[in-house]
């Protein structure tokens, strides 16, 4: 089949490096793939991923606009960050297709898009949240408070599901949200990843210290702090231990998180971003990979299946996602009860080697089991069979608000209920007698 | 009562679509009724379907105490009390699916366009209180694609009662538009063949075709300039009348059409044997092999045969059109009988 | 040329819009084209239906048609490459009639959008359009003074005009059209009660309801004309208003501020019978030329009084003013046969 496949581009994007993978599983599978790079314009001179054959623009409507018109079906990539997907918001209006949801919390990606469409906006908080949320939903002092006031109310999760044929996610924590706001079929599958410098285990560390490894951006969330506490109470990991950030981080992390190290007398290395040959080789030097959040906002942690891949023990937050990863792959710590769960682990890891190798060893035959792309090819293309049927009424149906919207209308006009009853006969099939 | 009759059309193209809309009618009215008709223009194009789908859903009609509708997607229409007089599908979409019909690719999108269709002509069919189809066909075929039972409400033609005989001659008649798949060639093939001094008259319009030319180059070509008259014109009522009352049968023989056409049914009520053939679909559940006339093969050779014994048992023929007249009773192939069954 | 006529429908009501599309059909096979007439069912209660039947006339697809002549909103949304309006109405109840509270749009934000959307649409079909035609001045400066687009008034001839063969002058005043208080019969009672014994009035045509109907015979009544006054009140056949018509000294039509020049005003000229109307009945005034024509008089019946003695008291003056009506009617060229090209051109 013909695929139209809407995904960041730039190498920054994690989701991009999985959509390669997709991609090319897809054209091992026989099918024919455009890809429709979904980043703003001004990013587009970044680095990008290859994704071999045609390669569009989001904003180049007419060529966009011929693909979808001539596809069989049309994937999303959705993740929670405006710059990188509003090519998906724009297109997945008025050419309905299958939304592949990265991260169950969309509120970043809805925040910024209501800057632009704040009626529509208004209009959507209120029929999924209510008339309270929607009006304290913009008055959030700052980014955590914004987090914490919206993640369990209003995560925005609705509001793509309901846009979207059926939905591809990668973990059920938050599938329920989108069973109840998708029309057609919600699929949980596992995201592929790979682990581009293959995974045979170079060196085991031959060092004395031992290697703790943290990667992405330093978000709190990614409880770097925790790590560097939980390190600085163990006399034995203190002195041993040498922690290493890689990725992008604020210049004020830095100074709280220097000040932070200093305190506890912990050895923290800051490397910000690398390039992909040292990123692989700090992953190779680790002994120890930590993939903790709190709070968890994401459907699959990338980081986290890239390490298992590379044969590392992973240190992991007890929840959602992670909770579905095997007991004996992982260790899982308690984020109630967070610093003193991951000391015992890290000391733990630090004091067995044996125990680091199985759990390395486990982890990545699971993971090389699990996380492939040509089972996510397949149900890509399985659920495009199953929502073909759907598609139809439904780009009618966005033809005819599209014609509302050019002659003025602000609100959906289509949704009044004489307007909206005779046309259940397409989606519903209908009542006996009507 | 106040009745609506809903079908869609084609702005100035006319004929039995519309002829089984305005006859009843007619009829509807003589009764005493209030009718007012309803035609929606429609296109085929796959991807302009659901829209118009989506159009004909927001038409309200609730000003009628009763809906009835005939040509797709007519059947879309919402109301509390639908009937169905149901002409055909859209057959691109259903039997003629993996036809060189079809008119668009077999991919996927199609596929699911295809299925969606099926998908809402079947809820759309469940919300009638009565289906009724033109033929055991068109009942088959609802069966079997949208799992829908109906009943066969033949159409009667107008004003039966213009039809009269008046003698046999020697000609069988075909009044009927020159087309190809009305095949008026086969007979004039089988003339080739026949051995009596049996005639032929094939009279009726035809839309702009060279196929009236090929016949007539056929007719010159087998020598049976004398014996097949050819008439390329628009035939009015008063002359079809005319030249039913006065022929020996009537032919009557497209290619697997679903309905049985008006032709067979005038000829029936002028009391003449029809000829037909195996492969002519609808017609073939008015007309029996032997009884109200013969039903050959679709060669020269067996047609030449069925016109030859036409020809030569008069007293046969004659009788066999007798059992036409009757056969329409037992079809109930009657106004009467439409009205009955509509506004039950 | 194959010609469709757009028009809508409100199923089983038949009305004068109905009807001039019937003519026109008529009159468009006449010039040698083929005519067919589509009636859209329109449902405009509750408002918020609105939208749904516009997205519907404008989904609807065409082929098989050379030029589309459109009539009313919403029929006049239907797409085509060679539209041309003869605009009969727009949806008032968005424009001038929701000026005056008349409407079934809601109040507020939501009626608002309705409007919005109406207009945008209207002005969306009108830029489209070859060419636009009203039925009457009226509807012409609305829709220059709500949308900003012109058009030519195109007023709908006389269907049937080998009946209006006219006749002598006859011995009484003849009043046709519908009965009703904006049409103001009763005025014309009046002013007879006031006219001298010789004045004959002969009133004719449907009371809009049984009360229009019996206002007037009470009238009768009460003044004590019935000997000098007839009344046919019910739907006439054509042939029957005709002859009236034919036979009358003079015909009154004065309604109060009609749109156009009135359908009795029009057959009464091309009959060449002298015109009686009211200084304030508007567009009837197009026909109606003191002193020439007819006459004009203030709407009172101390003022008509004397019109109705001398129309039917010179019979000279009556047929002269009869022939001049014929003349101006006439020189307004509003035939069938000049209305189809122009639609067409």
């Known amino acids: 089949m013909k695929v139209v496949m809407f995904t960041p581009g730039l190498k920054a994007s994690a989701i991009g490096r999985m959509t390669t993978l997709v991609v090319h599983a897809l054209r091992a599978a026989g099918n024919d793939v455009t890809v429709v790079r979904s980043e703003q314009d001004a990013l587009m001179s970044k680095d990008a991923h290859d994704f071999g054959g045609e390669v569009l623009q989001w904003s180049n409507l007419a060529a966009v606009g011929a693909a979808v018109a001539a596809a069989d079906s049309v994937v999303y990539q959705v993740g929670d960050n405006y710059e990188f997907h509003i090519g998906c918001l724009e297109w997945l209006e008025r050419a309905p297709g299958i939304v592949c949801l990265h991260d169950f ?26 008339e309270a949320v929607a009006s304290t939903y913009f008055r959030h002092p700052n980014s955590d408070a914004f987090i914490a006031a919206t993640a369990e109310a209003a995560p925005m999760t609705e509001w793509i599901g309901g846009m979207a044929l059926g939905v591809i996610t990668h973990s059920n924590w938050g599938a329920e949200r989108l069973c109840r706001a998708c029309p057609g079929p919600i699929h949980v599958v596992p995201l592929p990843y790979n682990a581009p410098a293959g995974s045979d285990a170079t060196s085991q560390g031959n060092s004395r210290n031992f290697h703790v490894l943290t990667i992405g951006h330093v978000n709190p969330n990614k409880r770097v702090d925790s790590v560097i506490r939980a390190i600085g109470n163990s006399p034995m990991l203190r002195d041993h231990t040498i922690y290493r950030l890689v990725g992008h981080i604020k210049t004020d992390t830095v100074v709280s998180l220097s000040g932070l190290a200093r305190n506890y007398q912990v050895n923290v290395l800051i490397s910000d971003e690398l390039d992909n040959a040292a990123l692989v080789n700090a992953i190779d030097q680790a002994d120890v990979v930590t993939c903790l959040r709190w709070p968890s906002l994401e459907a699959a942690s990338a980081s986290a299946i890239e390490a298992m891949l590379y044969g590392k023990p992973v240190i992991v937050t007890d929840v959602h996602f992670y909770s579905e990863l095997p007991d004996d792959c992982v260790l899982k710590i308690d984020p109630h009860n967070e610093i003193e769960s991951l000391q015992n682990a890290l000391e733990q890891l630090y004091q067995s080697p044996e125990l680091r190798r199985q759990l390395g060893a486990r982890a990545q035959q699971w993971a090389q089991a699990t996380f492939r792309a040509d089972h996510y090819a397949e149900c890509v293309t399985n659920m495009a069979k199953d929502v073909s049927r759907a598609r139809p009424a439904l780009v009618a149906i966005d033809r005819l608000t599209q014609t509302l919207g050019r002659w003025g209308a602000g609100t959906d006009l289509l949704s009044a209920s004489h307007t909206a009853d005779p046309l259940r006969l397409f989606t519903t099939g209908g009542n006996p007698r009507n | 009562m106040k009745i609506a009759l809903v079908s869609s059309f084609v702005p100035f193209l006319y004929g039995g679509a519309r002829n089984i809309v305005e006859w009843l009618q007619t009829m509807l009215e003589k009764e005493g009724h209030q009718v007012e008709r309803i035609y929606l223009p429609e296109i085929d194009a796959p991807d302009l379907l659901f829209e118009q789908m989506i159009a004909f859903r927001w038409i309200d009609l609730s000003a009628a105490d009763r809906v009835i509708c005939f040509r797709p997607q007519a059947h879309l229409i919402r109301h509390p009390h639908k009937i169905l007089w149901f002409i055909h599908h859209l057959r691109v979409f259903y039997d003629l699916w993996d036809s060189p019909y079809r008119g668009c690719e077999d991919d996927l999108r199609h596929r699911g366009l295809r299925d969606a ?94 196929y009236p030319d090929t016949l007539r180059e056929q007719i010159v070509r087998l020598g049976l300039q004398e014996r097949v008259l050819m008439e390329n014109r628009w035939i009015t009522e008063e002359e079809k009348v005319d030249y039913l009352a006065d022929c020996l049968a009537a032919a009557y023989l497209p290619l697997d059409e679903d309905s049985y056409g008006y032709p067979s049914v005038e000829a029936s009520h002028a009391r003449k044997a029809l000829l037909t053939t195996t492969d002519s679909g609808g017609v073939l559940e008015l007309v029996r092999d032997g009884d109200n006339g013969f039903v050959a093969e679709p060669t020269p050779q067996a047609l030449a045969q069925a016109m030859d014994k036409l020809y030569l048992d008069r007293g046969r023929t004659a009788a066999m059109g007798e059992r036409a007249l009757a056969r329409l009773d037992e079809l109930n192939i009657s106004w009467s009988h439409v009205l009955k069954r509509l506004l039950a | 040329m194959k010609v469709l006529i757009v028009n809508n429908m409100a199923p089983f009501v038949w009305g004068g819009a109905e009807e001039l599309a019937v003519h026109l059909q008529k009159n468009v096979i006449e010039a040698g084209h083929e005519a067919e007439i589509l009636r859209i069912p329109f449902q405009w209660e509750p408002a918020s239906r609105i939208p749904s039947q516009m997205l519907m006339v404008r989904a609807f697809e065409l082929w098989n048609v050379d030029h589309v002549i459109a009539l009313k909103f919403p029929a006049y949304l239907i797409r085509h490459p060679k539209k041309t309006l003869w605009l009969l109405h727009q949806y008032r109840q968005a424009y001038d009639l929701f000026d005056v509270g008349q409407t079934n749009l809601p109040p507020g934000a939501a009626g608002e959008e309705l409007r919005t959307v109406i207009r945008n649409a209207d002005n969306e079909s009108f830029a489209e359009s070859r060419k636009i035609f009203t039925n009457s001045e009226v509807t012409r400066q609305r829709l220059q003074r709500y949308n900003g687009f012109d058009a030519e008034v195109l007023l709908p001839p006389i269907n049937d005009t080998e009946l209006f063969g006219g006749g002598s002058v006859g011995d009484y005043i003849f009043a046709g059209g519908r009965i009703n208080d904006m049409k103001r019969q009763y005025l014309l009672l009046d002013a007879l009660a006031q006219a001298p014994r010789n004045v004959k009035l002969l009133i004719a045509g449907p009371p809009d309801s049984p009360a229009d109907g019996e206002r007037l015979r009470a009238a009768v009544e009460r003044l004590g004309l019935s000997d000098r006054v007839r009344l046919d009140l019910r739907f006439l056949p054509r042939a029957t208003y005709a002859e009236y018509l034919n036979g009358a000294a003079a015909v009154a039509y004065l309604p109060f501020d009609e749109d156009s020049l009135g359908y009795v005003t029009m057959e009464a000229a091309l009959a060449g019978k002298a015109l009686i109307t009211t200084s304030d009945s508007g567009g009837i005034l197009g026909l109606v030329k003191h002193d020439e024509t007819g006459w004009v008089a203030e709407p009172t019946a101390a003022a008509l009084a004397p019109v109705l003695a001398d129309a039917c008291g010179n019979a000279q003056r009556a047929a002269a003013r009869g022939a001049a009506a014929r003349s101006l009617w006439l020189s307004l060229d509003i035939n069938w046969p000049h209305t189809v090209e122009k639609l067409l051109r």
């Open chain 1, 105 to 130: 919390f969309l509120g970043h990606l809805f925040w910024a898009w209501a800057h632009h469409h704040p009626a529509r906006a208004d209009t959507v908080l209120k029929s999924w949240y209510g």
């Open chain 2, 117 to 210: 269709l099926h998908q809402a002509d079947t809820a759309a069919l469940k919300e009638a209180r009565h289906v009724f189809t033109n033929s055991q066909v068109v009942s088959d075929r609802l069966k079997h694609f949208n799992g829908i039972d109906s009943e066969v409400l033949y159409p009667p033609v107008f004003d039966a009662d213009r039809f009269h005989t008046r003698g046999m001659s020697d000609e069988i008649v075909y009044v009927c538009r020159l087309e190809h798949h009305k095949r008026q060639h086969l007979l004039v093939e089988a003339m080739a063949h026949t051995t009596t001094p049996v005639r032929l008259r094939l009279c009726g319009s035809s839309s702009g075709t060279t």
